[in-house]
């Protein structure tokens, strides 16, 4: 089993903000953005680090509630966005590393060819 080359620390901050990695860690890059747990590896990268920026909102004076409602109101569309965004980023950033973007659908293709493969099986086809 050959070892999978991993970035450093510096490369993968460079990475989580948007930058490239050397063509020898192509395929930890294909495995970050399609692999298990890549959904949640993308949404904590964006959802967790705005959260301090955000919390500066709780040092305007008035009441508790709203600074937390003003953190409500810019947090949670950036939640929908972000998920709603994710086939799109995943697409780019492969793009970015010169690899396939058709490669950010490759593991839904073959989940729709097992299921297909096993209703024909299952009704007489094939």
Request: charged share 20%; with cysteine.
């Amino acid at each position: 089993m050959s070892t999978l080359a991993k970035p450093n620390l510096v490369q993968r901050l460079r990475y989580i903000c948007g930058g490239t990695l050397p063509p020898s860690m192509a395929q930890w890059v294909i495995d970050d953005l399609t692999g298990p747990g890549a959904a949640r590896r993308y949404m904590m990268r964006i959802l967790i680090p705005i959260i301090p920026p955000l919390c500066l909102f709780l040092l305007i004076p008035g009441p508790m509630w709203m600074g937390l409602a003003m953190m409500a109101l810019l947090y949670l569309p950036l939640i929908y966005f972000t998920a709603a965004l994710m086939y799109v980023f995943r697409r780019a950033r492969l793009a970015k590393h010169g690899l396939d973007p058709a490669l950010a659908d490759h593991r839904e293709r073959e989940r729709a060819a097992a299921a297909r493969e096993a209703y024909e099986r299952a009704h007489g086809r094939g």
